[in-house]
């Protein structure tokens, strides 16, 4: 049985290829199986990772979307036999992959393979805010029944409405019983850790190359590498069902 992680979004640029880049590496880093499929037809960041080895589908046929190169996806899933796939769904194709999994029951027909599938969201701060709880709102509402994980990603400003934390929104209060977890990606001081995770991220490195011994790097720079690396890794091991 392969656990089917999702990543979907309707909001661009909220950090959704990152937070699947975390749990790619977190798994791994754990000696668990992954195979990762990056379908985002415009930014392909997923496959940009050597490490991760990404399958790539082209899920555009000309300049549209072809819900049918989503039956690829599926072929790969049925024959694997690894522990985990992850799969990075760009946000111009949300609508089309979500309307795919629900005209197709996937969920269903991959629960009855023995597979589980497990829906990851992303809600993030400032102007992206209203739009990433609106989608968290949409998977929940219509994918009943499946697992679904929240990301509090930070990155574009703190996540609060009128001095509330997120679990305290009321659209998460009235969807509270379809969450199965929550990862809260920390924040970090834009001067010294977050430069650092920053050159990291863009070097398409994961922490395991970035503090390899042989990688040459200041040793504060690694030293607060690793000391994201285990608060996001910390977040991450509270959801445990992962």
């Known amino acids: 049985m392969a656990k089917i992680h999702v990543f979907l979004q309707g909001k661009g640029g909220v950090g959704k290829s990152f937070c699947a880049t975390m749990l790619a590496q977190y798994l791994m880093d754990h000696d668990r199986t992954v195979i990762c499929i990056d379908t985002d037809p415009v930014n392909m960041t997923f496959a940009n990772y050597p490490r991760f080895e990404a399958i790539q589908i082209d899920l555009m046929t000309g300049q ?13 899933i049925s024959t694997t036999d690894a522990e985990n796939i992850i799969i990075d769904n760009g946000a111009s194709s949300f609508v089309t992959f979500s309307n795919f999994l629900l005209e197709n029951t996937i969920p269903a027909m991959l629960t009855e393979e023995g597979h589980q599938i497990l829906l990851h969201t992303i809600i993030t701060g400032g ?68 430069a650092n995770f920053t050159e990291m991220l863009k070097s398409r490195k994961t922490f395991a190359e970035a503090t390899a011994p042989e990688v040459q790097l200041p040793i504060m720079t690694k030293h607060r590498l690793k000391m994201i690396q285990k608060r996001i890794y910390d977040a991450i091991a509270l959801c445990p069902e992962i």
């Open 127 to 194: 102007t992206g805010q209203y739009d990433t709880v609106y989608g968290f709102v949409s998977l929940a509402q219509q994918f009943e029944g499946t697992l679904l994980y929240v990301w509090l990603n930070p990155y574009l400003g703190n996540i609060e409405h009128e001095g509330k934390p997120f679990t305290e929104f009321k659209p998460y209060l009235d969807n509270a019983n379809r969450v199965a977890g929550i990862i809260e990606i920390p924040a970090f001081s834009p001067e010294t850790f977050g």
């Open 64 to 76: 549209n979307i072809d819900p049918l190169k989503f039956d690829q996806i599926i072929e790969h």
